[in-house]
């Protein structure tokens, strides 16, 4: 369980190189792409970050594609706070933004799908999502031999809390 000293806010240009060093960190395991210090700086906005005393130990991003559809991404927390509901609070919070937003449908692609089905999210194919395909993925090093798993969530009808 997370202890009361965890915030979740909106990233600041200050917290890009910790992002940056935390999507690096993982990146480096396998288990996501790198995010260069550039590229946070350029979608800074779109970044929430969780921090504990001070100290940036974990992000998400959200990429707007519709009106009503978005992706909840770069998902990372530093090994010290994982498993503690870190990463729960983090896509807790994008649900949040993304309703306030009315967005009605979030989706992720992911290598940890037991974590987003346990978060009400549903597998589905990832060739529901040609807009991501188109957008980002073409540039991915993984695009012949994608090994993550695509899955939804709707929020609409859902309280935000």
Same mark, same amino acid.
């Given at each position: 369980?997370?202890?009361?000293?965890?915030? @979740? $806010? /909106?990233?600041?240009?200050? &917290?890009?190189?910790?992002?940056? =060093?935390?999507?690096?960190?993982?990146? #480096? *395991?396998?288990?996501?792409?790198?995010?260069?210090?550039?590229?946070?700086?350029?979608?800074?906005?779109?970044?929430?970050?969780?921090?504990?005393?001070?100290?940036?130990?974990?992000?998400?991003?959200?990429?707007?594609?519709?009106?009503?559809?978005?992706? @909840? $991404? /770069?998902?990372?927390?530093? &090994?010290?706070?994982?498993?503690? =509901?870190?990463?729960?609070?983090?896509? #807790? *919070?994008?649900?949040?933004?993304?309703?306030?937003?009315?967005?009605?449908?979030?989706?992720?692609?992911?290598?940890?799908?037991?974590?987003?089905?346990?978060?009400?999210?549903?597998?589905?194919?990832?060739?529901?999502?040609?807009?991501?395909?188109?957008?980002?993925? /073409?540039?991915?090093?993984?695009?012949?031999?994608?090994?993550?798993?695509?899955?939804?969530?709707?929020?609409?009808?859902?309280?935000?809390?």
């Amino acid at each position: 369980m997370v202890s009361n000293d965890i915030t @979740i $806010r /909106t990233a600041r240009l200050a &917290d890009a190189g910790a992002i940056a =060093g935390i999507t690096a960190f993982n990146a #480096g *395991k396998g288990v996501m792409l790198e995010r260069s210090p550039e590229n946070v700086i350029e979608n800074i906005r779109n970044f929430l970050v969780a921090e504990h005393d001070g100290r940036v130990i974990g992000s998400c991003a959200i990429a707007f594609f519709t009106l009503h559809l978005a992706e @909840i $991404r /770069t998902l990372a927390v530093i &090994d010290s706070f994982k498993r503690l =509901g870190v990463g729960s609070l983090l896509v #807790g *919070k994008a649900e949040e933004v993304l309703r306030e937003e009315g967005v009605t449908t979030a989706f992720v692609l992911t290598l940890s799908p037991g974590f987003f089905l346990s978060l009400g999210y549903r597998e589905v194919n990832k060739e529901m999502f040609p807009q991501k395909i188109w957008r980002d993925c /073409t540039n991915c090093p993984k695009l012949m031999a994608c090994d993550e798993i695509a899955m939804i969530k709707e929020l609409d009808g859902e309280m935000a809390g």
